[in-house]
């Protein structure tokens, strides 16, 4: 009797093992593709995670203005406009708000604020000091910020009678934003700086600097400089 002749696999069967492998391999991986899919639609529709920071220039009744007097009194409102913020004798400091909403809509940890001063120089000997009018309101969150010091301090500023003082962290949405308000303290000094916003979003740190179009931010005191009410601009 002959010999049996070799068994050779037969195709079908060998098709079948790799297809019952190949659908294991995508059933394992299905999970992990839709959660990172969506992830990434989420991403494209939202955006990625993290604050929007929204910031104007300081604001200060007192302003420095470098410039003849005629010249000031042909526009008294542009020269008062675009002079340098000034923090005053009296206690009451130029200020920067900051207004901090989430990119999309969950909420995200305000860790802090830090500062880097950029110049510190003397008070100008030239020019001179106008007060405007003063207003405007007081917002929750105040920080005081003494710019002389290395490192710069940000801490809660005393809050008013009755109120708890408010510190970091604090959570900040899209439907939620938050503002707060930097009292600037830099002495009797000519100071420009930067501001840095900290935050964490999904687990992962992120920052915003802050750096008026890269010049800084300017703020100084009234040193020896001569100072004048508004209304004396006219005269």
Wanted: some cysteine.
């Amino acid at each position: 009797m002959p010999p049996n002749p070799p068994r050779v696999p037969s195709p079908l069967r060998n098709r079948a093992q790799w297809t019952a492998v190949v659908f294991a391999v995508i059933a394992a991986l299905i999970p992990a593709m839709v959660l990172g899919g969506w992830d990434w639609i989420w991403t494209k529709i939202n955006g990625p995670s993290g604050i929007t920071v929204y910031a104007d220039r300081p604001y200060s009744c007192p302003r420095y203005i470098d410039m003849p007097k005629a010249d000031v009194r042909k526009d008294v409102d542009a020269a008062y406009a675009q002079g340098v913020r000034v923090s005053d004798k009296s206690g009451f400091p130029a200020e920067l708000s900051l207004t901090l909403q989430a990119k999309t809509s969950q909420a995200v940890v305000v860790t802090g604020v830090k500062v880097k001063v950029l110049s510190n120089r003397a008070v100008p000997s030239s020019g001179f000091v106008v007060y405007g009018e003063c207003g405007g309101g007081m917002t929750p969150r105040r920080f005081d910020v003494s710019l002389a010091k290395t490192p710069v301090p940000v801490r809660p500023a005393a809050p008013a009678k009755g109120d708890e003082v408010v510190d970091f962290p604090f959570k900040v949405a899209d439907s939620d934003p938050e503002q707060l308000t930097l009292q600037l303290r830099p002495g009797e000094r000519d100071i420009r700086f930067t501001v840095e916003v900290e935050w964490v979003a999904d687990g992962e740190h992120g920052s915003k600097i802050l750096d008026n179009a890269g010049q800084g931010f300017r703020v100084m005191g009234t040193g020896d400089l001569p100072t004048y009410g508004y209304g004396e601009m006219f005269q």
